[in-house]
């Protein structure tokens, strides 16, 4: 499979040596990277990406959910067009800033007020940093395995990590949150966790764990923080909504900015205040590309007349609708093969115990995750080397029926493997 693709993509190849004379392994965003070599790609329309050797592919991977919209939503193009006829760098305030944040606010039960960032990362940095300073605590409980940016990664040691004083829980496992917060006593922050763990391999929350942690914060006076840079696309009101559950921080990232670079947090009025400059104890955060005009007209139309909520019932109950299509094609030919995920976020997972936890993803072989991705591409579906497929808007049923057929030859074609 790895040589097909080898010899599918030499200009990929020919690319790769010529970035790496000047980027570290040709790479500035390691995610993208996998052995023997990235695709890189020319160009896209729709849900469709075209690699650099010229082929075609139906893009299952939707820029790890920020592609929600595809790549030429005719909208959200006039937006940006609009915003550029009116100038770059303005160095002021916007309507389209406050139209955004005002759309926001009105979705996110758990947001009274919001600052934009340029990334899901520095939100999530914000945010704790936030709630460290509001609690005059220090700790910071994360999941295992958890990604909440490229600065606080951890499914591996990583050194580039803001050393905030971590302590671990495990995924759905409520047992262990409560056991690391006893420990941390009188000196826990805040609890950052992702409503559905998406990096860790789309493993939906159970309602009783979250809630479970919301409970936990409020006994011991600790902050509940949502990562919602993924999961916010999966309700109108993002997973929050969906489990009636509501934290006193969210961060945000992705799709929101319509394609283009976006994070934000926000949360309970009282806790975001601190950031108004006028307040005597004014928390300074600054960040000279928070309400670039391009994102904030890109995101307001994109939320306002895109991404509207009978639109996101639509499209996350087709998500799941396929999903079930695909685990049903996996179980039919017997392979120990699943999808796990909820509505158009899912991840394929090379065993059939159950994911409940990052722990377990990791029992299931390595190498039959890359055969999968390389017998998807091979198919002609582009999808993160993961594993993970986020459908986008302008997929219409014949790409879902696409994504179902080469699922169905994968499975087929491997089925002694997959046992
Ligand atoms: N939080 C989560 C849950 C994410 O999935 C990501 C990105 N994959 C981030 C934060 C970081 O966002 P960004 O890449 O915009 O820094």
Known sequence: AIQRFTEKNPKSLAQHRTASA?????????????????????????????????VRYLDGLGEYTAGLFGHSDPVIRAAIDTALDGGLVLGGHTR????????????????????????????????????????????????????????????????LNVPFPYVFMTYNDLDSAKATAAEAGDDLACILVEPMMGSGGCI??????????????????????????????????????????TPDLMTIGKYIGGGLTFGGFGGRGDLMRRFDPAAPDA??????????????????????????????????????????????????AGAAFQFTGIGSMMTAHPTAAPIRTYSDTLSADPRLRALFFFDMVDSGVWLARRGMINLSLPMGDAEHDRIAEAVESFVTLRAPLLT
């Open 22 to 54: 000047v980027l570290p392994g040709g790479n500035t965003r390691t995610v993208l990277y996998h052995e023997p070599f990235p695709m890189a790609l020319s160009g896209g329309e729709g849900c469709y990406v075209t690699s650099l050797d010229g």
């Open 96 to 159: 389209p800033e406050a139209g955004l944040a005002a759309l926001l606010c009105d979705r996110f039960p758990a947001m009274d007020l919001v600052r934009f960032t340029n990334s899901g990362t520095e939100a999530n940095l914000l945010a704790v940093g936030l709630a460290r300073t509001l609690t005059g605590r220090s700790k910071v409980m994360v999941t295992s395995g958890g990604y909440h940016g490229s600065m606080m990664l951890f499914a591996a040691p990583n050194p």
């Open 204 to 245: 939906a929350g159970d309602p009783d764990f979250l809630r479970g942690l919301r409970d936990l914060a409020d006994r011991t006076g600790a902050l509940l923080i949502f990562d919602e840079v993924m999961t916010s696309r999966l309700s109108p009101g993002g997973l929050q909504l969906t489990h009636g559950i």
């Open 283 to 332: 928390l300074l955060h600054a960040g000279t590309f928070n309400n670039n005009t391009l994102t904030m007209s890109a995101g307001l139309a994109a939320m306002s007349q895109v991404y509207t909520p009978d639109v996101i019932a639509a499209h996350n109950a087709r998500g799941d609708r396929l999903r079930d299509r695909l685990n049903a094609i996996c179980s039919d």
